[in-house]
């Protein structure tokens, strides 16, 4: 019946014909893309067998655990072209901005869309680094870390706790729309948090560094790069007229510009899904910090150097290799989700790995990395999965410019501060024409979204229990099994005492 409706789609547009209906639906095509909720109209009478919870009556829903093919917004800030091997920072080729120019210029052409001009770099620079300091209070918060605190657990949570400073700038007490407005003052507003989180990004790392190594705190000096006056932060003891060297400042300059940003990522993804409850800018920031953290994300890093560590030695790399592709190790630093034939950060991280060498001598692992990665370009396994390095194999740099392991995740979290606001501030643009119509194209972008945020909420799919009446406890049956019952776990130290202690109101147990 609906066959006829074919007839009259537009050129760039879907039709669907719901089977269990017989209707026929025309979706448009945007930049290659369907809505999802046009699929909601797609509803259907239930199954006589089928279970409530799927609510078909109420339309159809997009299954995509893991967003392997959602567009959860429309960006104007990065590209990656994952069979070409190539990735554009606002249409400029990430190679020529790592040659030309710095990790602050390009983080504001990340955020506000153009390179800048030398005024409108001076102020922005300026800002940035003006916001160096933190509050002399933080020191406690800094000293209230274990010695043997993760430096990304600081990290994490210092921002969160940088942001109690910033009371101006949280929608829960000044009002929701503080950002949202577009207004002058708004954008000012957006515009401070801004300044001051890439500004206070290298000094939050740098004392979560330093507290660590049992050093007082240092002031952010003035008249140093970003990179060079992080370094300052980390190393300065009291040596007169202190200089970090600055192949190093550059060379970790260049690398803060690779890791700056690289699209919807899984940390720029939870921060814009933190931010969408229009929660304050450094919550967001410390939840993507801490999704950030994971060792398939910027935790790989670390997890390279700990795996070439295992490896030990260029002989064990074929052994390394067969239990990879049994699936008993991880090969970290290799294979990405958009990139299938080479990753274009990778070969400026081999450039400037070599710089680095030059002044600092070659890492001893570099022989067992190189063999690695020969071994696995050459090896069907990787070969037929599309598999190559990825930019996480810089831990090697990062380890011959002498930075503790797990220090890594924080080089790579301070710069993409950079890329996670830029996605927080982003401007929509949703004048779509389909046709001769003006479509409202339902994608979203964050703060300066054309009519307010809406708030990132995804369905699921419900397959647990129908309905069912409360039972007493004295009238269960129990249901036990692996999963389903919560773990027995083992006890040690003073919870084992206490276990065998008595004292008021417990006798004594057995392990
Ligand atoms: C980055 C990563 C998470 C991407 O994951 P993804 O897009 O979901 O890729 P998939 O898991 O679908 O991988 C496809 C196949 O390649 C395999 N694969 C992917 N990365 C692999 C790796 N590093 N080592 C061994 N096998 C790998 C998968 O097991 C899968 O094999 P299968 O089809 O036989 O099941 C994944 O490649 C990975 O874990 N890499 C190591 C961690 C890392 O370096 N992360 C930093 C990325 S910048």
Partial sequence: MGRTLVTERLNNSLTVLDNRTGKVFTIPIVDNSIPATAFKAMTASMASEERAENETEKGLRVADGGFLNTAVIRSQITFIDGEAGSEYNRGYPIEQLALHSTHLETAYLLIYGALPTVPQFEIFSKEVMHHGVTHADAELFFRSFRYDAHPMAILTSAFAYLGSYCSEANPSLQGQNIFTKGDEASLARMDKQIYRLIGKATTLAAMAYRVRQGREFVTPPTNLSYTGSFLYQMDHMSEENYVPNPILEKALDVLFLLHADHELNASATTVLQTGSSLVDPYSAIA????????PLHGGANEAVIRMLITIGKPENVPAFIEAVKKREKVLSGFGHRVYKTSDPRSFIVRKTADEVFNITGKDELLETAMALHEAAMKDKYFIERRLAPNVDFCGLIYRAMGFPLDFFPVLFAVPRVVGWLAHWRQASIIEQLYGNKSLIVTFFQMMLQEGGVKIWRPRQI???AGKREYVPIGGRVA???????????????ITKRTNL??????????L
């Fill in 287 to 294: 939840a993507g910090c801490a999704s950030l953290y994971g």
């Fill in 462 to 464: 419900y397959i647990g």
């Fill in 479 to 493: 249901v036990e099994g692996p999963k389903v019952t919560p773990s027995v776990v083992v006890h040690s130290g």
């Fill in 501 to 510: 202690a008595t004292f008021k109101g417990k006798a004594a147990a057995k």
